[in-house]
């Protein structure tokens, strides 16, 4: 189903251009002339996104957003204010009105939908959260939080971080760490982890990406500091999960103001899902890699084929397979195979997106759905997968012994009327090949059926 998005704007052209551009990336594109119309559609439509214009005659941007942040029925919608000037007072200001994200007139292509899949991505965590917290129970209020919060900083080294750290306000419990796998042990206690993007000797994106697949970490919002200039790693973060950036240079302004809204997301999460039934959870999940158990998964790759029948958007699919994974059981016993599962996941979620569904699909097998993606595109993020598995092998805790791992995979592109069962038998013979051919490899299914 594709996501509505409402774009609000008092001059005609720019809401026709945004228009056509979402549009040709098929979300479902509603407008409106002025912050009440804004409103009144906001409660009627529920739309997935709000593009907010700040300069508007009448009620502005920032008095729409704020209404829009005090209406029980329209505060979860994300906002995304778009500012004709890159003016830092406009984004403070937008942060406090309850803002989620900026854009800068004219707003670039690339930009705009990397933040509004982001943007997507939360709105759907938070929509499932919803809906299950819908059982008679009273919505939350979307509360400011008080200040306080635990703050983890990664950069290059010491230094950098706590410059970082110090920009935060006082009343933030926030420290700095120069070396990465301690910020990861500590980002399993931090209510907000912001990464140094912008360093060439710190490899950021990784630690990102690192934090997301653990399954300890994975809800723990993340903020990263990226070079202004830098699109690329800025969509790249976004892809990968990161919920926000900011640029340097750094205002301290915007930086409380990016972790306020941060903070004031996760308890909000949190509450919610302080109330569910854990067992919600764990009934999607494998609780050994982390990874979306079985069931799931294929729940999932049958979401995505109705995807391909109604918006004709490729599907693929990958069945993994450890290589030798019996030998390993075999040889070092049944931890030491728990523990090569779970650093397998733990490369193999690194070279996913966010939006990529990997799950659990046998003892050692995997499947991943790639949505909105051709067979040439899941063969190049599963042959980064495959090298990233078997370029270091697996050191074990307890022995230190040390385990060479290799990943077989067969990856098939859905037909039109392909069922889920044709579908992933295709990928079975794909990596049923894959193996005879001598294993450590990523094989493509034929295109056309026999
Ligand atoms: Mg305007």
């Known amino acids: 189903m594709s996501a509505r998005i409402l774009v609000v704007d008092d001059i005609e052209t720019n809401r026709r251009l945004l228009e056509a551009r979402l549009t040709a990336e098929y979300f479902d594109v509603l407008m409106a002339p002025d912050g009440p119309t804004c409103l009144d559609l906001a409660r009627s439509e529920k739309p997935d996104v709000i593009l907010l214009d700040i300069m508007m005659p009448g009620m502005d941007g920032f008095e729409t957003c704020r209404r829009l942040k005090s209406d029980p029925e329209s505060r979860h ?75 983890v900083v990664a950069a290059a080294d010491q230094a950098a971080a706590h410059r970082i750290a110090r920009a935060l306000p006082a009343s933030l419990d926030a420290h700095g760490y120069g070396d990465p796998r301690i910020a990861i042990s500590q980002a399993r206690h931090a209510d907000l982890v912001i990464v140094d993007l912008s360093s060439p000797r710190f490899d950021g994106l990784r630690l990102c990406a690192r934090i997301r697949s653990d399954v300890e970490t994975r809800q723990v919002p993340l903020l990263g500091v990226v070079d202004e200039m830098d699109k690329r790693t800025m969509v790249r973060a976004l892809d990968l999960g990161v919920n926000d950036v900011i640029s340097r240079p750094l205002d301290p302004g915007e930086l409380s103001a990016r972790s306020a809204t941060q903070l004031k997301r996760k308890r909000y999460a949190d509450a919610l899902r302080d109330r569910l039934d854990e067992s919600l959870e764990m009934s999607v999940r494998d609780a050994l890699t982390g990874l979306f158990n079985r069931r799931y998964t294929v729940s999932r790759l049958r979401q995505a084929l109705d995807g391909l029948r109604t918006n004709h958007e490729p599907v693929t699919t990958a069945l993994i397979d450890i290589d030798h994974f019996k030998r390993i059981n075999d040889t070092w016993g049944h931890n030491a195979g728990d523990q090569v599962l779970k650093e397998i996941c733990a490369r193999l979620s690194e070279q996913l997106r966010a939006i990529d569904i990997a799950g659990r699909y046998g003892g050692e097998e995997f499947l991943v759905v790639f949505s909105n993606t051709t067979a040439r595109d899941a063969c190049d993020a599963m042959e980064r997968a495959r090298l990233a598995v078997c370029a270091t092998p697996v050191t074990l805790r307890e022995t230190g012994d040390i385990i060479n791992v290799t990943m077989s995979v067969g990856v098939a592109e859905a037909f039109l009327e392909d069922s889920v069962e044709a579908l992933i038998e295709r990928a079975d013979t794909a990596l049923y090949e894959a193996k005879r051919s001598g294993r450590n490899r990523v094989i493509e299914a034929k295109r056309k059926a026999a």
């Open 77 to 151: 919608i994300p906002v995304v204010m778009v500012t004709a000037l890159d003016e830092r007072t406009d984004r403070i200001r937008g942060l406090e009105a309850g803002a989620d994200e900026f854009l800068t007139k004219p707003v670039d292509d690339v930009a705009l939908f990397a933040r509004v899949r982001s943007l997507l991505r939360l709105t759907s965590v938070m929509d499932e959260l919803r809906q299950r917290e819908s059982n008679g129970v009273e919505m939350l209020p979307y509360e400011p939080a008080n200040g306080d919060g635990r703050v």
